[in-house]
């Protein structure tokens, strides 16, 4: 077991690669001259998922010379993970993380360490939206798009102004702060900024260029992972308030279903206005309990779906009886009510809203108590102890 105060003053750079054979040799090399001029040790450590593409044999023979490393993860993939097991097998007291496809300048990490260094920051991120930074002209306007939209989003998270970088350095000890880490996808660097709250963040302006070889691995499924990841960060710093949001939205779905049905049992059949609110209620409810157990209480999807769903309605039908006296009592007492009957409805689906939340959340869903977990996901701890 290693201590943190134990770890040789050094860095020990992270590369999780898959099928990337064709970057390394350069990169590595790239990266060995760069740091054999500075004063600190160093290792590079491939975290590789199996790419079966020649990599483990090329690292291995420039192990011979350079001190760098493989790890081989079997049936697992994932660039955050394979971060993370970096992490843990990291010798030095400083660490690095970049890509394998050369984006990323690998001359630039003595750069990034230079903060560190000096005690002026605690996380470096090598930034593409800072002065002096730079992107390949070869970027499409799609790409840059994606990349402005990816980091409005993130935003509200981090004060910086690239906190989509993929090339950070920081100090280990940071690890401790992090109850968990639990990422998914590829956003790593963001997981950590957030979690493991650096007091101070510098931003090094870095050239950010094409990949040299292979194929880019983000696609639409990677997208939808970010997606999901930011719904635990923002869960993770405003857990009340990102389910309630998310509750009230839900709940829209919910009037819009209610309204509708209400439409056509109303408008087109004729059927009594306060009949017709209950087959209304039922499949606005239905959709709701989905929505919930999906998206706002997802932590709680193990959990029996028809107890779950009883529950619901019985919570449903408690703020539905507020909601029908509201809208009833409306719609009888307001003449213009009668010709915008939408007008009671919507009010009578406010109505009843902290009141489901509140009893959804406690009495239906028993959300998990801590924040930003989701099911079948282990979270990685850092704790004072753990293996070097």
């Keep these: ?229 930011l719904k635990r960060l923002y869960e993770y710093k405003w857990f009340m308030q990102v389910q309630f949001l998310f509750f009230c939205l839900v709940g829209a779905t919910g009037i819009i279903i209610d309204t509708l049905t209400m439409y056509i049992l109303f408008a087109l059949f004729g059927w009594p206005f306060s009949l017709a609110r209950l087959p209304s209620f039922i499949l606005a409810a239905s959709g709701n309990f989905q929505l919930n157990r999906m998206i706002t209480f997802s932590d709680s999807t193990k959990r029996n779906w028809f107890h779950q769903y009883c529950g619901f309605l019985v919570v449903s039908a408690i703020g539905f009886i507020g909601n029908w006296l509201v809208s009833v009592h409306l719609f009888k007492t307001y003449a213009f009510c009668q010709t915008f009957y939408v007008l009671p409805v919507v009010a009578g689906g406010i109505s009843g809203a902290f009141v489901n939340f509140t009893l959804s959340k406690i009495a239906v869903f028993d959300s998990a108590a801590i924040s930003g977990l989701t099911p079948g996901v282990k979270p990685v701890v850092f704790d004072e102890h753990h293996e070097g």
């Design 1 to 229: 077991m290693i201590h943190p105060s134990d770890h040789m003053h050094g860095v020990s750079v992270i590369i999780p690669t898959y099928k990337e054979a064709g970057n390394l040799p350069a990169l590595i090399n790239r990266l060995a001259s760069a740091l054999s001029g500075s004063s600190l040790r160093y290792e590079v450590i491939i975290v590789d998922d199996d790419s079966q593409d020649g990599t483990a044999e090329m690292v291995s023979e420039l192990s011979e010379k350079l001190p760098v490393s493989i790890i081989i993860r079997k049936n697992v993939r994932g660039l955050s993970s394979a971060v993370l097991t970096g992490f843990k097998h990291a010798v030095y007291r400083y660490l690095s993380v970049m890509d394998a496809d050369l984006s990323h300048p690998p001359e630039d990490v003595p750069r990034l360490l230079e903060p560190l260094l000096n005690k002026a920051a605690d996380f470096v991120v090598g930034s593409r939206h800072v002065d002096g930074a730079s992107i390949s002209e070869q970027w499409g306007v799609l790409r840059h798009l994606n990349s402005q939209v990816a980091t409005l989003l993130a935003a509200p998270l981090v004060k910086i102004k690239d906190p989509m970088s993929g090339f950070f350095a920081l100090d280990r000890s940071l690890l401790q702060r992090a109850e968990y880490l639990n990422p998914v996808g590829y956003k790593i660097g963001l997981e950590l900024m957030v979690k493991t709250r650096p007091k101070r963040i510098a931003e090094i302006p870095i050239h950010f260029a094409l990949r040299n070889e292979g194929t880019s691995k983000l696609d639409f499924k990677q997208q939808l992972l970010y997606l999901q990841h």
